[in-house]
C-alpha cells in the first residue's frame, strides 16, 4: 500500500476565510470542535490542515472519515495511519501494535468500515505545502533530515527515498537534539509527532512543533494546539 501514497499535496492562498493547523488530534475530535468554537472557525471560508495522527490513543478514532470526507479538512500522513496502511490486525506484530498504541478502536471495526478509512489514508500526501500571505508554509508529520531544503525534501519523497519517508513519519532529531538551524526553501515548516515537553509549542529555527498531548487526559497541561497560519509569522 505504501507505493500508492501521494508524496506531497499543494494548496493555493485561502482567499475566502482563515486557515488553521492543528497538532496531533488522535482521537479526540470532540475537543478540537471545541477548540474551533471558541476559534469561530467558519467552514464556508476556513480551512483546517492537521499534520497527521488522527487516530489513536484518544476516544473517538471512529469518527475519522467522517472529518477526511468534509472539504475544508485536509491532513498529512502520520505514522498511526501508516500503521493501518501496512499492518494486518490478524497478524501477531498488527495485534501487538494496535493493543499497545490505542487501536483497539479498530480491532471493533468490521471489514466495510476498515476499508473505507483505509481507501482515505491512502489518500493523504506525505507532505502539504501551503501558501498564505506572509509566506509559504509546509506541513510534514514528524521531522526533515538535518540539512536538507524543503525542496530537496519533496524531491526526494516524490523519488521514494526509503530513508527520508522514515524520518517524515517517524523522524524525532530535531526536536530532542534541539537543532536550530532552519529548513531552507521553505519559509515555516509545522510538524507533530513528539509531544513537546511542557505541552508547550516548540521553535527550531522556523520549524514549528505543535504536538501538546490531547490524549494525555490525566495531564494538566496536555491540550490540542490549534494555530492560525498568521501566528507563524507574527
Not at 472557525?41 to 484518544?58: E, H, M, N, S, T
Amino acid at each position: 500500500m505504501q507505493g500508492q501514497l501521494t508524496a506531497s499535496q499543494g494548496f493555493s492562498i485561502n482567499r475566502q476565510g482563515r486557515d488553521f493547523i492543528v497538532g496531533d488530534i488522535h482521537g479526540c475530535f470532540d475537543e478540537l470542535n471545541t477548540e474551533l468554537s471558541r476559534l469561530n472557525f467558519d467552514p464556508a471560508g476556513d480551512r483546517l490542515f492537521a499534520v497527521g495522527d488522527l487516530i489513536d490513543r484518544g476516544p473517538g478514532s471512529e469518527k475519522v472519515l467522517s472529518w477526511l470526507n468534509q472539504p475544508w479538512f485536509h491532513s498529512c500522513l502520520g505514522n498511526h495511519e501508516e500503521m493501518i496502511l501496512t499492518l494486518s490486525p490478524d497478524s501477531e506484530e498488527g495485534l501487538s501494535w494496535y493493543q499497545s498504541y490505542g487501536g483497539d478502536w479498530w480491532l471493533r471495526l468490521d471489514e466495510e468500515a476498515r476499508g473505507a478509512i483505509m481507501a482515505a489514508f491512502a489518500q493523504l500526501p506525505l507532505a502539504i505545502e501551503l501558501e498564505t500571505v506572509h509566506g509559504r508554509v509546509g506541513l510534514v508529520h514528524a521531522d526533515i533530515p538535518k540539512g536538507m531544503s524543503w525542496p530537496a525534501f519533496l524531491r526526494l519523497l516524490e523519488m521514494g527515498d526509503l530513508e527520508t519517508r522514515s524520518t517524515a513519519l517517524w523522524g524525532r532529531s530535531r526536536i530532542r537534539r534541539l537543532l536550530s538551524s532552519p529548513v531552507k526553501g521553505i519559509d515555516r515548516v509545522v510538524c507533530g509527532h513528539s509531544v513537546t515537553p511542557n505541552r508547550k509549542i516548540v521553535i527550531k529555527g522556523n520549524v514549528w512543533f505543535i504536538e501538546t498531548g490531547a490524549f494525555l487526559r490525566d495531564e494538566d497541561a496536555a491540550g490540542l494546539t490549534v494555530i492560525s497560519t498568521d501566528q507563524l509569522f507574527q
